[in-house]
């Protein structure tokens, strides 16, 4: 199976595991020894390794930011495969009751080995990091955006 193609059931295997929060859905996707990378996001940067870890840190995210908040995502430009790997660049956008918009630039890399993933990485546009420290310091008490 192409990366695209299994990149596009990934992607909407996470959307049913954000409705259900069933993680283990998703481990079918990734290596037993997957790495997960955020970067561009300052102090919420990470790296985490190994399958339970990563969907643990994607379930953190999700449950201290989006949860919280309305969400809405979508792509901004064609999706790109170059080999094993696949590039989608997309936009979040976040509401927090009656909040101003928490708009995010994203790119999300992954790069499969033997039709898994084995690298995931969330590269956030550099205006995102102080985008954020001031969304959560006027509407984020309560929320953590770390994902370990």
Known sequence: MNPL????EYAAAFEQTYADDDWTRLERFFAPDAIYRVTGGNEWDCEVKGCV???AAM???CNEIDRHCTRSISGTSSTVVSGDTVRVAGRA????GDSDELVLDIA???EYRVGVIA???DIHAPENA???QAWLEKWGRGLDPSYV
């Open 5 to 8: 193609q299994r990149f596009l």
């Open 53 to 55: 870890h990563l969907l």
């Open 59 to 61: 379930r953190k995210f």
């Open 93 to 96: 956008v976040y509401r927090r």
């Open 108 to 110: 999300l890399l992954a």
């Open 119 to 121: 690298t995931m990485t």
């Open 130 to 132: 102080p985008r954020t």
